[in-house]
């Protein structure tokens, strides 16, 4: 009896002696600075990120999306298997009790019986009725149990990180469309701007013409050049059209569902954005956080491999009753101890197999978590090179567009007069659209490049919440 209280309180205590596993190291180390940053953002980081580009219509669409996404309404799911995954995988941490209550009635029909049988041919029916507490566990030596919860436990971390970075791309990409179709609406505006005005000028090289003061050569021009603008139109419907289509599914809902209002192109602007510093990215991208969760769980799954490989101890307690009466059944208690040693002799290398391939596991995620790393950097990079060389065209396109207005009247002004041809009126018309709409398709970009640092950046996600 002493001995086996002797053993069951060294292997709790060898059990409560079972350390954490180690922390995750990716072994790089990260740039001092930014290699693009001109500046430094004095723009704090905000969860709400999208509020910076001050539109409460696209507030009101990415509060939509984070309600209705299905998207993020599957990850949330996948978070509450993650949650009982964890509870199933530190069940065994702790004994496991059951009770147990039986009753029995064995009748013999014919005959004597036999040695298998408690009914004989002087006591045909015999009834047995019994009760039970029983508690079992495996003692964990080899912390194979506590790395199967730590596992878990880093799983779930892991799922958490998931659905941020689901709920980041969903917003990014909500903010990406909605700013698209505004664009396509003003390139949409443009195009109808300049096929009015082109057809202005049809109607006076018309009355040119019908006067003897024009060639049908000049008359052909422009009567091709409404043609091409008016081509242009069809397809910029279709690129708003498919924005819009893409930004309802985003939002969880039919295309026909999704209204946006008549906010204006020119009224989202762009915030500037703090950048922290490089070694910063790692806690403030969700999915770098998850590459690190999903290289700890792998750590953790190598040390419940190995401990697979050694014996183990299980212990058993069992109290109880029994009696041929139910009214009897509290009157004979008895209790039961026991313990087990299971040791792995021969599996054909299954077990080291097994560990190996934990092993390798924790080296791939190993280099995925590297390359999550690397390439983070990278994103970053590239918005703040993407941000500063469309600065960098916003202002010469500024000039291209003024001139070319300027071009445009003075060109149309000297056609009325009869003192310029055609051809002039002709190319400053496409030079001036072409500008025009290149104003905003930069514009776009800019916006763009703004909302993929946000995304390069982490968004809002809370570093607290690791």
């Not at 993020?72 to 964890?86: D, F, K, P, T």
């Given at each position: ?9 060294a292997?709790?205590l060898l059990?409560?002696?079972t ?5 995750v ?5 990260p740039p001092?600075a930014?290699?693009?940053?001109e500046r ?8 709400r990120?999208?509020?910076h580009?001050a539109?409460?219509q ?11 996404s299905?998207d ?15 509870v ?7 004994p496991e009790?059951?009770f147990?209550l ?5 009748k ?8 298998t049988?408690?009914?004989s041919?002087?006591?045909k029916?015999?009834?047995s ?7 079992s ?9 506590a790395a199967a919860r ?7 971390r892991?799922?958490?990180?998931d659905?941020a970075?689901v709920e ?11 700013a ?12 109808e ?15 040119r ?15 091709s ?6 081509r242009?139109?069809p397809?910029?419907?279709?690129v ?8 309802a599914?985003?939002l969880g ?5 999704l209204?946006?209002g008549?906010?204006?192109?020119q ?7 703090g ?18 969760a ?10 419940v491999a190995r401990?697979?490989m050694?014996?183990t ?12 009466q ?13 313990s087990?040693?299971v040791a792995?002799i021969?599996n054909?290398?299954r077990l ?12 791939e ?22 941000i ?13 567009l ?7 009247q003075?060109?149309e ?7 310029e041809d ?8 496409r030079?001036?659209?072409a ?9 776009l ?6 909302i ?7 968004g ?7």
């Open positions: 009896m002493n001995k086996r209280y002797s053993l069951l309180g292997c709790l059990n409560a002696c350390g954490n596993p180690p922390t190291d990716s072994g790089i180390t001092a930014w290699q693009y940053a430094e953002a004095a723009q704090a980081v905000n969860q990120w999208w509020t580009f539109s409460p696209l507030n009101r669409l990415i509060d939509q999306a984070r309600r209705d299905y993020v309404a599957a990850a949330m799911a996948r978070v509450r298997q993650a949650q009982a995954s964890a199933i995988a530190g069940a065994p941490l702790l009790v059951n147990n039986t009753a029995s009635r064995e013999l029909l014919r005959g004597s019986g036999n040695s049988l408690d009914a041919e002087s006591n029916t015999v009834d009725f019994g009760a039970n507490l029983t508690a566990y495996e003692v964990d030596f080899w912390g194979g149990r730590d596992s878990a436990l880093q799983s779930l892991a799922s958490e990180f659905q970075t980041l791309t969903l917003l990014s990409n909500v903010a990406d469309r909605y698209q179709t505004l664009a396509a609406r003003q390139r949409e505006q443009i195009a701007l300049n096929l009015a005005n082109a057809r202005n000028v049809l109607d006076l090289v018309q009355t013409y019908d006067a003897g003061a024009a060639t049908a050569l000049a008359l052909a021009q422009q009567k050049l409404v043609a091409s603008q008016q242009q139109l397809l910029i419907q279709q708003a059209e498919e924005s819009q289509i893409t930004l599914a985003l809902q039919p295309v026909q569902s209204n946006l008549a906010e204006p192109f009224a989202l602007t762009w915030p500037a954005i950048l922290g510093v490089p070694s910063q990215l790692l806690s403030r991208r969700p999915d770098l956080a998850q590459a690190e999903q290289l700890a769980a792998a750590s953790a799954d190598v040390t401990a697979a050694l014996p101890v299980t212990l058993g307690a069992t109290l109880g009753s029994g009696a041929n139910a009214e009897d059944i509290l009157r004979s208690p008895f209790y039961n101890l026991t087990g040693l792995p021969f054909n290398g080291s197999a097994e560990r190996d391939k934990a092993r390798a596991r924790q080296e995620l190993l280099q995925t978590y590297r390359g999550a790393i690397i390439n983070g950097f990278a994103d970053v990079e590239k918005s703040l090179s993407g500063i060389r469309l600065d960098e065209q916003r202002d010469w396109q500024s000039e291209e003024q001139q070319a207005q300027t071009a445009f003075i060109a002004n000297r056609y009325r007069a009869g003192a055609l051809l002039t009126v002709l190319e400053t018309q030079t001036l659209y500008a025009q709409d290149l104003n905003v398709q930069l514009r970009s800019r916006l763009q490049a703004s993929a640092l946000y995304k390069a950046l982490g809002g996600w809370n570093a607290d919440s690791r």
